[in-house]
């Protein structure tokens, strides 16, 4: 396994969450990597996307509330998720791309991991 992410749980509404995402080292120095989220009956949909040289993309929906980011010693990637709302409950998904298209498209991803549950309930 490549991609493990870390993380999810339940939290109440206006809560946070950070999840992670360990890599292995020749994914984590090479690929550009996201954040993808499905909820039950609607389609795999990018959350965050960071590609190598540290550009950042973001869904309207998590603007100003969900950070993506990287720690190069660790090879992680990271998503910090504030101010959570019930509309975000969803199997989270890291996923990477090694010819970092920075694409929405989750078919465009080479490389995923087994995904976390996040649930926000009150």
């Known amino acids: 396994v490549q991609l493990v992410e870390s993380g999810g749980g339940l939290v109440q509404p206006g809560g946070s969450l950070r999840l992670s995402c360990a890599a292995a080292?020749?994914?984590?120095?090479?690929?550009?990597m996201g954040w993808f989220r499905q909820a039950p009956g609607k389609e795999r949909e990018r959350v965050a996307a960071?590609?190598?040289?540290?550009?950042?993309l973001y869904i309207d929906a998590v603007k100003g509330r969900f950070t993506i980011s990287q720690d190069n010693g660790k090879n992680t990637l990271y998503l910090q998720m504030n101010s959570l709302k019930p509309e975000d409950t969803a199997m989270y998904y890291c996923?990477?791309?090694?010819?970092?298209?920075?694409?929405?498209?989750?078919?465009?991803?080479?490389?995923w991991g087994q995904g976390t549950q996040v649930t926000v309930s009150s």
């Open positions: 960071i590609h190598s040289a540290g550009t950042t």
């Open positions: 996923a990477a791309d090694r010819y970092c298209r920075m694409s929405r498209r989750w078919d465009e991803y080479t490389d």
């Open positions: 080292n020749y994914i984590y120095s090479r690929y550009c």
